[in-house]
Antibody
């Protein structure tokens, strides 16, 4: 059973960089069919896709965040990472990592596995 | 592609039939999915490719639609169905979600 687990600081100061890691277990991050990405949800609000990455390094970013976001993958550790710089209170959210099926799949173009999410609060 | 759900919230009783609508600002082909989210939990994939139920999803859930207009129907509400539902398009980047529909117990 595939499992995703987010980790990182729960509190970040304004103007600093938010850094999160997602560890994938029960499957390989080097899967042909999958991109791996991040989705966030501000408290009481809806879902916003941030970015995703293929194991080869190919990336897609949400244009609304692209100038501040970096996503990376470490296939040796089966991990993906997110960095969001120059954060403000508007970046306070639960951050989820998720698998996005893309190639040779039945449930293509969906997020079929999610981590439990981690709340990141931006505050001084 | 902007996704607009209606209603934003709905109150219903166990056994009721409920329909949630999702409208896309432009055609989304068949890459339309629905998710269920319960408080404090991650979203779970319910339906993909407009109408295909994810493994393990009860048959009381169904999806339909084409082009820009899509619906999620729950034929007979069960207590565990009270949650928030989101549509998501996967046709073009950026991937976008509807704003959510909160299904509450009447």
């Amino acid at each position: 059973q595939l499992q995703l687990q987010e980790s990182g600081p729960g509190l970040v100061k304004p103007s600093e960089t938010l850094s999160l890691t997602c560890t994938v277990s029960g499957g390989s991050i080097s899967s042909y069919s999958s991109y791996w990405g991040w989705v966030r949800q501000p408290p009481g609000k809806g879902l916003e896709w941030i970015a995703f990455i293929y194991y080869s390094g190919s990336t897609y970013y949400n244009p609304s965040l692209e100038s501040r976001v970096t996503i990376s993958v470490d296939t040796s550790k089966n991990q993906l990472s997110l960095k969001l710089n120059s954060v403000t209170a508007a970046d306070t959210a639960v951050y989820y990592c998720a698998r996005f099926l893309y190639y040779s799949c039945t449930a293509c173009h969906t997020f079929d596995y999610w981590g439990q999410g981690t709340l990141v609060t931006v505050s001084s | 592609i902007q996704m607009t759900q209606s209603p934003s919230s709905v109150s219903a009783s166990v056994g009721d039939r409920v329909t949630i609508t999702c409208r896309a600002s432009q055609g989304t082909s068949s890459w339309l999915a629905w998710y269920q989210q319960k408080p404090g939990k991650a979203p779970e994939l319910l339906i993909y490719a407009v109408s295909t139920l994810q493994s393990g999803v009860p048959s009381r859930f169904s999806g339909s639609g084409s082009g820009t207009d899509f619906t999620l129907t729950i034929s007979s509400l069960q207590p565990e169905d009270f949650a928030t539902y989101y549509c998501q398009q996967g046709t073009s980047f950026p991937i976008t979600f509807g704003q959510g529909t909160r299904l509450e117990i009447k």
